[in-house]
């Protein structure tokens, strides 16, 4: 399982500072009141945007390794929370999903590209669909009603403190819980409108 790692350093700063290093596990998530037998079980690897480590713990009780991830991080997806963020503002100001894609992954094929920006608008907009509910926002699931409402400028890496009780059951990227279920939806809008939704 995944618990948050709630420190205030941005990914050059924890490889500089290996912060993984001083993670430090203070119980275990299984069993509170100790006595499992709780051990470090070193690190695993990140290896985008930049190869960096992830503490690790393992309970021999729930047979279960426990890692710290960094807020920055994206959960059960490469790279960070705020390259996603900021893919997301490119396509919307894109005139279409095609010029979005061909504007941030101009090294793939166009379907190639299309599926890279559909599962990132996808997983934000299931998440701020689910966070609107969960801590009542009255926001619509947009990125911008929501770094408005939370004055951040990286309101998905602020989500993890935010929504700290809810990423149990958050589905990725940026709570730990499963995916929901139906893996790809279709890009949620014409090719030829100006101005993209992710409504
Ligand atoms: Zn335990």
């Known amino acids: 399982m995944q618990i948050r790692y709630p420190i205030e350093l941005t990914m050059e700063e924890y490889l500089e500072q290996e912060a993984w290093v001083q993670a430090n596990l203070h119980c275990c998530p299984f069993h509170p009141e100790g006595g499992c037998g709780l051990a470090r079980h070193g690190t695993y690897p990140r290896k985008f945007p930049e190869y960096c480590l992830v503490a690790r713990w393992y309970c021999p009780m729930a047979h279960c390794t426990i890692s710290l991830l960094p807020d920055f991080f994206a959960s059960r997806f490469p790279g960070t929370l705020d390259e996603v963020e900021q893919t997301v503002n490119i396509a919307q100001s894109c005139a279409s999903w095609e010029a979005a894609a ?97 409504d």
């Open 102 to 198: 061909e504007a941030l992954r101009p090294d793939i094929s166009l379907p190639a590209g299309l599926r890279w920006l559909r599962r990132r608008v996808q997983y934000v907009r299931e998440v701020l669909t689910i966070l609107a509910g969960l801590l009542v926002t009255k926001c619509a699931p947009e990125l911008e009603e929501f770094r408005k409402k939370y004055h951040a400028d990286h309101v998905l890496t602020r989500l993890r403190e935010i929504a700290e009780e809810h990423l149990p059951a958050l589905p990725p990227i940026v709570g730990f819980g499963p995916r929901l279920r139906g893996r790809y939806c279709p890009l949620p809008c014409s090719n030829n409108r100006r101005g993209l939704s992710m």
